[in-house]
T-cell receptor
Framework: TQLLEQSPQFLSIQEGENLTVYCNSSSVFSSLQWYRQEPGEGPVLLVT?????EVKKLKRLTFQFGDARKDSSLHITAAQPGDTGLYLCAGAEAAGNKLTFGGGTRVLVKP | ETGVTQSPTHLIKTRGQQVTLRCSSQ?????VSWYQQALGQGPQFIFQ???????GRGNFPPRFSGLQFPNYSSELNVNALELDDSALYLC????????????FGPGTRLTVL
């Protein structure tokens, strides 16, 4: 059974600060996806990383996939209250197969 | 918006009852996956349907069953509801030939009393 562990589980910071969320596994994934979820809604895809060592930037968000494709990180620069939400990482074992989700990191950015 | 729709939005049932949840996939997508998300946790894979057949199943009992229709929409059926079945049920659509990207609907919140 492949497992994904996210850390920390909860993060509370002030507006303008930086934060990093980690997603780790002992297994290799063909790709890894990051989602953000608002209360009562479905997860919204932020990015998909496929290649080991890949770095993707989405405005103030930077995503990195580990060289061995077992871990990933999400870094937010100068966080804003609109970044508040549940951040989920999910790994795919093969094309079109199920996603294995981490437990999520709840981020609260206070104004 | 992802183009994936789910109904109903909310549902309240009692123990032992049966429930059917529905999902319409995004245009051009032929694969639907269902996930259960308990409060405060990440989603857990229930099963996936491709071309009207089950294409992978997670660690859920047989009382969780599904269907996919020729238009690629899907249903999730749960029999003999238990209190622990209370959760947000999410469906996600994708093209099985894609790089694994799945697009989620808004979910159905099921409460079992």
């Amino acid at each position: 059974t492949q497992l994904l562990e996210q850390s920390p589980q909860f993060l509370s910071i002030q507006e303008g600060e930086n934060l990093t969320v980690y997603c780790n596994s002992s297994s290799v994934f063909s790709s890894l996806q990051w989602y953000r979820q608002e209360p009562g809604e479905g997860p919204v895809l932020l990015v998909t990383v496929v290649t080991g060592g890949e770095v993707k930037k989405l405005k103030r968000l930077t995503f990195q996939f580990g060289d061995a494709r077992k871990d990933s990180s999400l870094h937010i620069t100068a966080a804003q209250p609109g970044d508040t939400g549940l951040y989920l990482c999910a790994g795919a074992e093969a094309a079109g197969n199920k996603l294995t989700f981490g437990g999520g990191t709840r981020v609260l950015v206070k104004p | 918006e992802t183009g994936v729709t789910q109904s109903p939005t909310h549902l309240i049932k009692t123990r032992g009852q049966q429930v059917t949840l529905r999902c319409s996939s995004q245009s051009g997508h032929n694969t639907v996956s269902w996930y259960q998300q308990a409060l405060g946790q990440g989603p857990q894979f229930i099963f996936q349907y491709y071309r009207e057949e089950e294409n992978g199943r997670g660690n859920f009992p047989p009382r969780f069953s599904g269907l996919q229709f020729p238009n690629y929409s899907s249903e999730l059926n749960v029999n003999a509801l238990e209190l622990d079945d209370s959760a947000l049920y999410l469906c996600a659509s994708s093209r099985i030939q894609s790089t694994d990207t799945q697009y989620f609907g808004p979910g159905t919140r099921l409460t079992v009393l």
